[in-house]
């Protein structure tokens, strides 16, 4: 529940000012967690990045200020923290479909998106069978991938990135498996937020060893962590729902936050780890 009380907080610190620079290290620390858990969670739960988000509401509050018709474009652009009129008409005419001149139209349809605020729902008793394991450091090696996500779509999607694979290619990474989460396993590394609120990370298709082998193969340095590992059988829809909800029910009934770290399903146990720590 703290958990949760620090993400309303955060949020409404963030609308208390929207007209001013928004340092996400005091957001973050409002909400009682680090940088990191806070960018990573939120956007897990909300579906868009944290600066996405400020984005939306500072054009949102933008579109209202430019109601009053003696309220100058320049100004409103300086106050959402546009440096320059051309800047923010260009953001503006993307999110809006307008200018903000003929935003000023009482007639103008323009978009509105609502202040977001954190709830807890209980959806009913489903059981989730996990545990934690403090692990040393291993090296994943396998194919790398670096994807881009937009407007919630990967690019390269995942389809692409697992055909592009040779069957032979998947057999003798899953025979170079020497540590665990043993097989073949997927892993999300280096997540990363812009500024226009697009996220990138580095996906890996590989095995975690002991030793970087020789070849070609891309190798990811893991270290030593505290994992929570969480069983997910089921179809990849029902691993999706699983992974959500271990965001959105067992991190805030949990004393753990997010590490900063890969995410790692294992393919072989049907197996979801989550680099954690005691907050």
């Known amino acids: 529940m703290d958990m949760l009380k620090g993400m309303n907080d955060a949020l409404s610190y963030i609308e208390e000012n929207l007209g001013e620079h928004i340092d996400l290290k005091e957001v973050?620390?409002?909400?009682?967690?680090?940088?990191?858990?806070?960018?990573?969670?939120?956007?897990?739960?909300?579906?868009?990045?944290?600066t996405e988000y400020i984005r939306r509401r500072r054009l949102t509050l933008a579109a209202l200020d430019l109601k009053d018709s003696h309220v100058k474009v320049i100004d409103v652009a300086l106050k959402y923290g546009y440096?320059?009129?051309?800047?923010?008409?260009?953001?503006?005419?993307?999110?809006?479909?307008?200018?903000?001149?003929?935003?000023?139209?009482?007639?103008?349809?323009?978009?509105?998106?609502?202040?977001?605020?954190?709830?807890?729902?209980?959806?009913?008793g489903t059981e989730m069978k996990y545990?934690?394991?403090?692990?040393?450091a291993f090296k994943v090696a396998g194919i790398k991938y670096e994807v881009d996500m937009v407007n919630g779509l990967l690019t390269p999607d995942y389809e692409h990135m697992m055909s592009s694979?040779?069957?032979?290619?998947?057999?003798?990474?899953?025979?170079?498996?020497?540590?665990e989460p043993r097989g073949v396993i997927h892993v999300t590394a280096n997540y990363s937020e812009s500024a226009e609120g697009k996220t990138a990370f580095d996906q890996y298709i590989g095995a975690a060893v002991t030793q970087a082998p020789s070849g070609n193969d891309s190798v990811l340095d893991v270290p030593a962590l505290t994992w929570a590992v969480f069983e997910a059988e089921g179809a990849w829809e029902e691993v999706e729902d699983h992974w959500q909800r271990i965001y959105s029910e067992w991190l805030p009934s949990s004393s753990c936050e997010l590490a900063q770290g890969p995410e790692i399903l294992a393919s072989k146990k049907s197996e979801i780890w989550i680099p954690i720590k005691e907050k």
């Open 165 to 179: 694979i040779s069957d032979e290619k998947m057999k003798e990474l899953e025979s170079s498996s020497t540590s």
């Open 83 to 124: 440096q320059s009129p051309d800047a923010f008409t260009r953001v503006f005419q993307n999110y809006h479909g307008v200018t903000p001149s003929a935003a000023r139209n009482t007639e103008q349809n323009l978009k509105a998106y609502p202040r977001m605020t954190f709830q807890l729902t209980i959806t009913g």
């Open 131 to 136: 545990r934690i394991v403090e692990k040393e």
């Open 28 to 50: 973050a620390k409002i909400a009682l967690c680090s940088e990191y858990h806070f960018k990573r969670l939120f956007s897990l739960l909300s579906g868009i990045t944290i």
